[in-house]
């Protein structure tokens, strides 16, 4: 089998790129989005249990209900015109020597034929089980994901006058190795992360922000008074709305952090557990279509049937 640098050699950077954008489908001041979490999808060589007898029934179901719901948002009418997955896209890591993702069909490969069966494009985060810190660091996890699924660790989505700003938690100071902040189960940017943030806020597009682990696991300020916290407070007449995953459940956060914020449920137990957003691209504003459908503090959200509604 080749080795990853190989691979690296006969595969160029744009094979693997993500799709451009579909075109607005016509000249409505509307579009639609979805958005999902934690698929935590496995391969054949995933060795468990996990800590409790539904995850470790669940983890063996992520590939069926991410396939289940993608059947459902592939038959929305009016359709999507984009799909944002708010990490947590692979669970865990079959080995920690790089070059057996090159060797091998694992977990990534699996996520990205699944996420290619999507009619959009879908834009991924990354989660904390996308990583694998201490044993892989995190400059291999950003050289694995941009080989496989054409990923940059954050990055902002422009379209149709809006912004849509995937961020990572697990750039800064909390997973990093070593460092006297290192603690895994709380989230922090780096300094130059929050200064590119501050900067795409500044153009003042109406925006969405997707970040994987809620506001309040996420380490208010990092520099000076240089934060996500307050970067929030800031921007909030720019920010439109945050959602999150990692929880596996809905929670509405209300605006303790500023602009709303919401952290969603995971597909890994529930093949409805997404959101789809209404957004008029004229006034500025977003309805979230599907979230009369949410059980709260649960898995699960009731299906959605826009021809009924």
């Known amino acids: 089998m080749p080795t990853r640098r190989q691979f690296l050699h006969t595969t160029g950077a744009g094979l693997l790129a993500l799709p451009s954008f579909l075109e607005a489908r016509d000249d ?3 579009f639609h989005l979805g958005v999902i979490a934690d698929t935590h999808i496995i391969d054949e060589f995933y060795r468990g249990p996990e800590g409790n007898a539904e995850d470790t029934d669940s983890i063996f179901k992520t590939t069926d209900r991410l ?5 459902r948002l592939n038959a929305l009418s009016p359709g999507l015109e984009m799909l ?3 990490g947590d896209c692979v669970h865990d890591y079959p080995s920690a020597d790089l070059d057996f993702f090159y060797q091998h069909k694992t977990r990534i490969d699996h996520a990205r034929t699944l996420t290619d069966g999507f009619r959009v494009p879908v834009h991924v985060g990354l989660g904390n089980h996308d990583y694998a810190v201490p044993k ?5 996890t950003h050289e ?11 990055y902002a989505v422009d379209h149709r006058g809006w912004k849509f700003i995937h961020l990572n ?6 997973w990093q190795a070593g460092h006297a902040d290192y603690a895994k189960g709380r989230g922090s940017l780096g300094e130059a992360q929050l200064e590119w943030l501050d900067a795409q806020l500044s153009e003042r597009k109406p925006s969405f922000i997707f970040v994987h682990y809620p506001l309040s696991a996420i380490v208010p300020a990092e520099f000076r008074d240089l934060g996500l916290h307050s970067l929030l407070k800031r921007h909030a007449a720019t920010v439109q709305r945050v959602i999150s995953g990692h929880w596996h459940r809905w929670v509405d956060v209300g605006r303790e952090f500023g602009p709303a914020h919401l952290v969603i449920a995971a597909t890994r137990y529930d093949p409805d557990a997404y959101l789809i957003v209404e957004v008029d691209a004229k006034a500025g504003t977003h309805r979230l279509l599907n979230l009369d459908l949410v059980e709260w503090n649960t898995h699960f959200s009731r299906p959605y049937e826009p021809a009924r509604r």
Do not use: M, Q
Request: avoid cysteine; charged fraction near 25%; aromatic fraction near 12%.
């Open 28 to 30: 409505s001041r509307t």
């Open 67 to 71: 396939t289940a719901a993608r059947d």
């Open 84 to 86: 944002f997955l708010v």
């Open 136 to 140: 892989v660091s995190r400059e291999g």
């Open 144 to 154: 694995l994901f941009r080989r496989k699924l054409g990923l940059r660790p954050y």
């Open 169 to 174: 938690n697990f750039l800064g100071t909390t």
